[in-house]
């Protein structure tokens, strides 16, 4: 009787793994498109994770530098002995406990141990500290801000990854279709020069050289399978989940015309948009806070204090309750330390604006490679079209003059050699294309999950 319950629990895990499997193989059948490889790589992306691990801190950060604006209220309970003469003689005022006999010489000089069990409550607060808590506030919220501009690069260079891994396996795919087409064609030439052999038209090394080239373009395409896989798993690598193979279906790579902007508009957009730039003018203005943080530090502070407390002779009796309240002035005659440390935050500073300067000239520097790269790819697929167009009447030129016997057997490889490296070259520069705009986005900072769909 005890296996029914067993059975039952086994049947219904069978059935819920079946359901789910069979749902997920559904959802797939649908080609995996560049958008949901992106927002999977953003979801599953342990570098997304640390990003936000770091924005996280910012706040609480945040949170903590305005902790210093709140009174501080402390509680306290202890318990005491002895028989120093002034600890008692004082200990028996705050419980109110003094008596004419506590005069007495002997009484003052050796008195007995007294115990005193003290409840108190104390607090203090800054009422102001020349507005160095404000600054130290200000330059907080900054470096907040700092790390969420941070992330959303992290984030940009996540998608960047994502896109060339995606476009890497759509070239792949195609070399292998153009490597598939000339085993094909390798095997229709092995076929008809044995034909000619038999038929005395061709001689021996004909079909010798037919195999050779059959035995060549089967390993090209064995070479052109197994980059496939292994563009699968960079694509696995930069999402961060494992593919099933009912998943791996996928668009063709096909030509995209793309219109950027003049390459001074790219670099406006750029200066604009960056994330990276963004965070380390942030990261200047917060210096900045901190230098005026530091320079606060050298003005007067006026603090506020005050406790309660009851003292008693036994920890349940009663005894005598007092208070205490105060405010005080400081000033620091002698601030060495000051100095040192606005010494350092000027530094600091100096050294922020000189990375932003960086930053800026960096960017320009990536732009206008990116803009550049763009163009030459642009121009690259033209002439690869045209060469595509080329090669190819070549080819069928020349396996007319073959069969009519006007060609050689060497002549018509080296056709088909060039119609293959014609056709590679093309996807390649299709390829190209697509990737080179990719990189343009990514160096003008406009390269998100949304914007990657004008990309297939």
């Not at 600890?87 to 050796?110: C, E, H, K, P, W």
């Not at 102001?128 to 900054?142: G, K, V, Y």
């Not at 204090?305 to 036994?314: A, I, K, V």
Request: contains cysteine; aromatic residues 6%.
């Amino acid at each position: 009787m005890r296996t029914i319950p067993h059975l039952r629990a086994g049947l219904m895990c069978f059935f819920l793994a079946s359901s789910w499997h069979w749902g997920f193989t559904q959802q797939q059948t649908a080609p995996l498109t560049l958008r949901e490889a992106v927002e999977v790589s953003l979801e599953k992306s342990p570098d997304r994770t640390m990003a936000q691990t770091a924005v996280d801190a910012g706040r609480e950060g945040s949170r903590l530098a305005r902790t210093a604006l709140l009174p501080s209220l402390t509680f306290s309970e202890a318990a005491t002995r002895g028989n120093d003469p002034v600890y008692v003689f004082g200990t028996r005022l705050r419980q109110q406990r003094f008596q004419q006999s506590d005069f007495a010489l002997n009484s003052l000089n050796r008195p007995l141990p007294i115990n005193d069990f003290t409840t108190r409550f104390a607090g203090n607060w800054m009422a102001f500290d020349s507005w160095h808590t404000q600054f130290e506030i200000r330059r907080a919220d900054l470096l907040t801000k700092s790390s969420s501009a941070a992330a959303t690069r992290a984030d940009q260079e996540i998608v960047h990854r994502a896109v060339e891994a995606y476009e890497s396996i759509l070239l792949a795919m195609r070399q292998v279709e153009v490597a598939q087409r000339d085993v094909e064609t390798a095997k229709a030439l092995l076929g008809s020069s044995e034909n000619k052999v038999k038929a005395g038209l061709a001689v021996d090394a004909d079909q010798l050289t037919a195999a050779a080239n059959l035995s060549e373009r089967q390993q090209n395409l064995i070479s052109a399978q197994g980059r496939v896989e292994v563009s699968w798993a960079e694509l696995e690598a930069a999402i961060g989940e494992l593919i099933p193979p009912e998943a791996r279906n996928l668009r063709p790579l096909g030509e995209r015309h793309f219109d950027p902007l003049p390459l001074a508009d790219e670099l406006a957009v750029a200066l604009k948009s960056r994330p990276d730039r963004e965070d380390l003018a942030l990261q200047r203005q917060a210096q900045q806070a901190a230098v005026q943080s530091a320079r606060s530090a050298f003005g007067p502070q006026i603090s506020t204090f005050g406790s309660w407390q009851t003292d008693r002779p036994s920890i349940a009796g009663a005894g005598g309750k007092n208070w205490l309240a105060g405010a005080e002035l400081r000033v620091d005659i002698l601030p060495a330390a000051k100095r040192e440390n606005l010494a350092l935050a000027k530094i600091a500073l100096r050294r922020a604006e000189a990375a932003t300067t960086s930053a800026d000239q960096q960017i320009r520097l990536e732009v206008t490679r990116a803009y550049y790269e763009h163009q030459a790819a642009q121009q690259m697929l033209d002439v690869a079209r045209a060469s595509t167009a080329q090669t190819a009447e070549s080819l069928r030129i020349l396996q007319n003059r073959y069969q009519a016997g006007l060609a050689t057997m060497t002549e018509l490889l080296r056709a088909e050699d060039a119609e293959t490296q014609s056709s590679a070259n093309y996807w390649q520069a299709v390829s190209r294309n697509t990737l080179t705009y990719a990189n343009l986005k990514f160096a003008t900072g406009t390269l998100t999950p949304g914007s990657v769909e004008d990309l297939q």
